[in-house]
């Protein structure tokens, strides 16, 4: 992505604010002019001072009283410049964020689970940050810097037309400086972004899997790869510094240039004495102006240097905001008709398309059965669930409920018809009854308090400081991970859909209390159409039917005691799990 199109398209985001611009920059300007009336004050007030005992003590007292209030209007209108600039910056980084975190639930789950999630992270975070500051720094000191600059001149041209022109043969030079460090910047802050999206996706894996990190001894490991990537941040960070540090030097420079050439030239003509000299107050006046003339050209090269790093963050806001979404609802959306039939058709997916996962699915249940799905790992279980759920859509086939083809329906809908309880619990952070009530935010006490009862979590919730309202979260250790499978469990109780999609979810829970799950599973599972994933299969006697799976095909297909009459792989796999507890 361009540089060009990179910055128009992030300050398009500030197009609804632009009503604030007009009021900024007019408050730009009449604080810049009133800050450049102060050097012809200045310059007026000396030329009074005429001499010992020759001092014009009211005219000088008119100035000083004349330069205060100058002094105090100029900060007034820079405060609301500034004001203003702050509003236009933060609202338009509030949409940048925004449409980001929507972005995020748009994105297919592939592009989610291919992606570091501490890259994603560090991409809303650090790089709108970096984006807030460039823009910042644009509003408020490219503006003022460019009224600067022309107020200047006008100033200087109007006190002495040729030392004015000596002024501006050297600007330049300035412009050939900022050019420079502008394009030596750039690749720096670039590479330091998309480094600084590694660490914080490295970091992010490392302190989330901190326990299975101590477990397998892999501290040394990890501060080795973590102090790798750290390496080659801190030397394109040095590079990226080091290039945005040659901004202030060298502009100095050039400015001491400029301010000495005035100096030169206007001592010059004050002592020439000829027709239209400058007075000494007028020198004075110059002088001041030649410093201001050059302080933007600093400020607005190191203005350039901070719009680098924010164009090079927002390449990579954009970057996200460009994929691919997932493929759009058909329209009009049919409604789900959720009587718990499933049909496969031929159902073919895979993940990479160089490796052959799910070949040629065909399965038709019946509306209340219980389907249980087994088979080794990487065969392909989760994935047809995944299917089923539509978090990802069939590369050929089609898979219908009540008859009706998913990918007529709208997502929400659809899943809506599914109660699904993972083997990878999430908690989110807040209290155990917003939890429960994760799906169904209306839900009375007495429907949350009986779904913790129906799921067995009850008795240990009422044993926490604050019972329902203890805060827990996702990475805390007040709920052990058996006690947050329960309560996912009981999540989905209080939804009551019409289907359900069980992966694992006993997985974390110890037999007594999986004895106790099963029966509440039952009472959920009456009358709807239920798929559940296993590998205990002692848990999956009672299914009406189950699907053995074995690379991505399903091999096998029957109830419990039909499958191990065939002596087939169900039953060798059934065999192995007793003759291993035996």
């Known amino acids: 992505m361009k540089n060009k199109s990179v910055t128009m398209r992030l300050f398009r985001y500030t197009k609804p604010f632009a009503y604030l611009l007009v009021p900024a920059f ?14 012809i004050l200045v310059g007026r007030g000396i030329d009074y001072i005429i001499g010992k005992d020759n001092v014009d003590f009211p005219m000088i007292k008119h100035y000083v009283i004349m330069i205060f209030i100058s002094v105090v209007l100029s900060s007034v209108f820079n405060w609301i410049m500034s004001f203003l600039t702050y509003k236009i910056t933060y609202r338009a980084v509030s949409d940048i ?19 570091p999630h501490g890259d994603l992270i560090g991409r809303m975070s650090a790089d709108v940050e970096l984006i807030s500051d460039g823009m910042l720094q644009c509003f408020s000191q490219f503006i003022t810097g460019i009224v600067t600059i ?3 001149l006008a100033f200087m041209v109007r006190i002495n037309l040729n030392v004015a022109l000596v002024v501006i043969l050297i600007t330049p030079l ?11 910047c750039r690749d720096r802050f670039k590479e330091q972004s998309a480094v600084r999206g590694e660490l914080t996706g490295c970091i992010e894996e490392l302190v989330g899997g901190q326990k299975v990190v101590k477990a397998f001894a892999y501290e040394k490991r990890a501060e080795e790869k973590f102090g790798e990537i750290n390496g080659r941040l801190y030397k394109c960070g040095v590079l990226a510094q080091f290039c945005s540090a040659l901004t202030n030097p060298t502009t100095r ?21 000829a027709a239209g000299a400058m007075s000494v107050g007028q020198i004075a006046t110059f ?11 600093n400020e607005i090269t190191g203005v350039i240097t901070e719009l680098q790093a924010a164009i090079a963050s927002a390449a990579r806001v954009f970057a996200v905001l460009d994929e691919s979404e997932e493929v759009p609802e058909r329209s009009p959306a049919l409604p789900v008709n959720a009587d718990g039939r499933v049909e496969m058709k031929n159902v073919s997916f895979s993940y990479d398309p160089e490796q052959k996962l799910l070949e040629n699915v065909d399965l038709d249940i ?22 089923l759920m539509r978090f990802y859509d069939v590369r050929e086939g089609s898979i219908t409920i009540g008859g009706t083809d998913i990918r007529d329906m709208k997502r929400q809908d659809l899943r809506s018809s599914f109660g699904m309880v993972l083997q990878d619990t999430w908690i989110f952070t807040g209290t155990i009854r917003e939890n429960i009530a994760y799906g169904r935010p209306d839900a009375s006490d007495e429907e949350i308090r009986a779904a913790a009862e129906l799921c067995h979590c009850h008795s240990f919730i009422r044993r926490l400081p ?3 309202d203890t805060v827990v979260s996702d990475d805390s250790g007040t709920l052990s991970q058996g006690q947050k499978q329960l309560l996912c469990i009981a999540r989905i109780a209080l939804t009551d859909p019409p289907m359900l999609i069980l992966d694992e979810a006993t997985s974390s829970i110890d037999t007594r209390t999986e004895l106790k799950i099963q029966s509440a599973f039952a009472k959920l599972m009456k009358g709807k159409t239920s798929f559940i994933i296993a590998h205990r299969l002692s848990t999956i006697k009672d299914a009406d039917v189950i699907l053995v799976m074995r690379d991505g095909n399903i091999i096998e297909q029957g109830d419990h005691r039909s499958l191990l009459e065939k002596n087939g792989f169900y039953a060798k796999l059934y065999k192995s799990q007793f003759q291993n507890n035996a």
């Open 26 to 39: 007019l408050s730009a300007v009449i604080s810049v002019l009133l800050s450049l009336y102060v050097p």
């Open 97 to 115: 964020r925004r449409d980001l975190y929507a972005k995020f639930n748009r994105l297919p789950l592939g592009y989610i689970d291919a992606t």
């Open 150 to 152: 022309l107020g200047t």
């Open 174 to 184: 300035s412009l050939f400086v900022a050019a420079f460090i502008t394009k030596l």
């Open 253 to 273: 420079f050039v400015n001491g240039i400029v301010y000495a050439a005035a100096g030169i030239f206007g001592a010059i003509s004050v002592i020439s004495g």
């Open 287 to 297: 002088l001041s102006y030649a410093n201001q003339y050059t302080k933007p050209f």
């Open 366 to 387: 019946k509306a209340g059965q219980r389907i249980a799905i087994v088979g080794p790992t990487g065969c392909g279980k989760t994935t047809l669930i995944n299917l």
């Open 466 to 468: 604050k019972g329902y």
